[in-house]
């Protein structure tokens, strides 16, 4: 059976001084998320506010198992590795 795994990441980017600054933070980020670990990646909530983003990670497999491994291993590298601020909440989600 084929399930679809999110993380789903806050982020605060406190520097941040615009939209476009914001931006430019995060799309690298969501671009070297990808490159690492082969999964979709996406900024899907709070647009228009400058120091939080949400993004949303997306992974499809049929063994719950290796995603939520995968998922959490992602979810533990972003909270190392994202220079700009805070993670301030992550969450896997299994449909």
């Given at each position: 059976m084929t399930m679809l795994a999110t993380l789903t990441l806050h982020l605060r980017i406190p520097l941040?001084?615009?939209l476009k600054d914001k931006r430019g933070r995060i799309k690298p980020?969501?671009?070297?998320?990808?490159?690492?670990?082969?999964?979709?990646?996406a900024e899907m909530?709070?647009?228009?506010k400058w120091e939080?983003?949400?993004?949303?990670c997306a992974m499809v497999g049929n063994d719950h198992a290796f995603l939520q491994s995968a998922l959490?291993?992602?979810a533990?590298?972003?909270e190392?590795?994202?220079?700009?601020?805070?993670?301030?909440?992550?969450?896997?989600?299994?449909v």
């Amino acid at each position: 059976m084929t399930m679809l795994a999110t993380l789903t990441l806050h982020l605060r980017i406190p520097l941040s001084t615009s939209l476009k600054d914001k931006r430019g933070r995060i799309k690298p980020f969501m671009s070297r998320l990808h490159r690492e670990f082969n999964v979709s990646v996406a900024e899907m909530d709070l647009h228009d506010k400058w120091e939080d983003a949400v993004i949303i990670c997306a992974m499809v497999g049929n063994d719950h198992a290796f995603l939520q491994s995968a998922l959490q291993t992602v979810a533990k590298w972003a909270e190392a590795n994202w220079t700009d601020g805070d993670v301030w909440d992550s969450k896997i989600e299994m449909v």
